[in-house]
Structures are given as structure tokens and as C-alpha cells.
């Protein structure tokens, strides 16, 4: 009968270690910016239970957006799966590009076992640019919040076989909007000539503005 033996003596401890899903200390310029998506059944999430399933993307300025040693393909689960579709790769963890306004990121979610899930949505590090969530089913867009975790219920059923496709849902990327900061006057601004008699406007006040641009 053959036999296989193991000694401690056969460990090669001297080896280099290999990069799994993961660039090399001198490859890595990455900027942390990642999307991390947990698929939960209601009663698991109500329950704080286990999830069904979940997904990562990692943005890096060294990757590029083909599937590559970087990505991991989606190893499918005997219920619900939710992976990302990159062309005809279907992917558990995905390192991509940093991030550009327009870019969609189509999801891929199936073998639904009940009617009711929330998705929990983790965006970190997105400055420059917004993460929503597109519900194709329900024409949805949903603005994601950042650095914090989001929450989108959804429902599925026979009767609307929509509601089960596929790719139901993208994750559609859009440059941030600029913030406008409401200005706040005090008691003493004053405007004249009033009422206006086509000639100048004058203002005063005590608050201080660098630029200020008045629109009739």
C-alpha cells in the first residue's frame, strides 16, 4: 500500500513567499479606495446571521480593468452569489484602475433562495468621486455614502421574473459635485440703491467675502 509521509524537515522555510490577489511592496501605489458589497438575506440581516455572499473591488493605480493574476474568479455557492461581471469573467475580488467619472461596474447576483435581502455596501476613500448603486428593475439610482456602510433592501419573486435577472444591479461611478456652502450675513448687510433705478448697487456688511457675484 503506498504511503505518503510528512517530516518537518521537508519545509522549505526559505522560500519567497508569493503575492496572492495583491502587488508587491515596490509594484503597490494603491490608494485604499475600495467598494466591498455583502448580499444578506432579511432574516440574516435582522438576525445579524451570517451572510449569503460577498464581493470586493480594489482600486489601485498600478492595475489595470482586465481580469488578471490580481482578480479572483467567483467560485459559485450552493445559494445565493453576487460577484462582479467583467465581460465573461464572473469575479469574487476584482483589483481594477482608480476610479473615473462614467465608469459602471455591472454586479451579478443568482440562485436567490427567498423573496427579501439587503445589500450592505462599504465605500471607502472616494473623494473625488460619487458610488451609486443602479436598480435596473426599479430605475433606482441610489447615491452610496462614503466611508461609511449603506444599506439597500430589495425584494424578489416568481411572478416578476425582472426582479431576478442577473444583472439587476451596476454600481455606476460619477464625478463628486461640488459642496455649496450657504453664506451667512449679519444683521448690518445693507443693499442701495433701493429700490434699483438702473444705476450701481452698492452692499455692506460686516461679514468678509473674497469674491461675491449678484445675479438679478
Do not use: C, W
Amino acid at each position: 500500500v503506498p504511503v505518503l509521509t510528512f517530516e518537518e524537515s521537508f519545509k522549505a522555510v526559505s522560500a519567497v513567499q508569493t503575492n496572492t490577489f495583491k502587488f508587491s511592496n515596490e509594484e503597490s501605489t494603491s490608494s485604499n479606495q475600495y467598494i466591498s458589497l455583502t448580499l444578506f438575506n432579511q432574516v440574516a440581516f435582522d438576525t445579524n446571521d451570517t451572510p449569503s455572499d460577498g464581493l470586493r473591488i480594489d482600486f489601485s493605480t498600478n492595475a489595470n480593468n482586465d481580469v488578471d493574476e490580481f482578480d479572483a474568479v467567483k467560485f459559485t455557492n450552493s445559494d445565493e452569489n453576487i460577484s462582479r461581471n467583467v465581460g465573461e469573467s464572473l469575479l469574487s475580488m476584482e483589483t481594477r484602475n482608480l476610479p473615473e467619472n462614467g465608469d459602471l461596474l455591472p454586479l451579478n447576483i443568482t440562485q436567490y433562495r427567498r423573496e427579501a435581502y439587503t445589500m450592505q455596501i462599504d465605500v471607502s476613500n472616494f473623494e473625488n468621486h460619487d458610488v451609486y448603486l443602479k436598480d435596473f428593475y426599479t430605475n433606482k439610482d441610489v447615491l452610496l455614502e462614503k466611508d461609511a456602510i449603506s444599506t439597500y433592501s430589495f425584494t424578489v419573486n416568481d411572478a416578476n421574473p425582472a426582479s431576478k435577472n442577473a444583472d439587476r444591479f451596476a454600481l455606476s461611478i460619477q464625478e463628486a459635485a461640488l459642496g455649496v456652502i450657504d453664506p451667512k450675513f449679519d444683521n448690518e448687510f445693507k443693499l442701495y440703491n433701493n429700490p434699483y433705478n438702473g444705476a450701481k448697487i452698492y452692499s455692506s456688511t460686516k461679514s468678509a467675502f473674497g469674491n461675491a457675484k449678484v445675479e438679478s
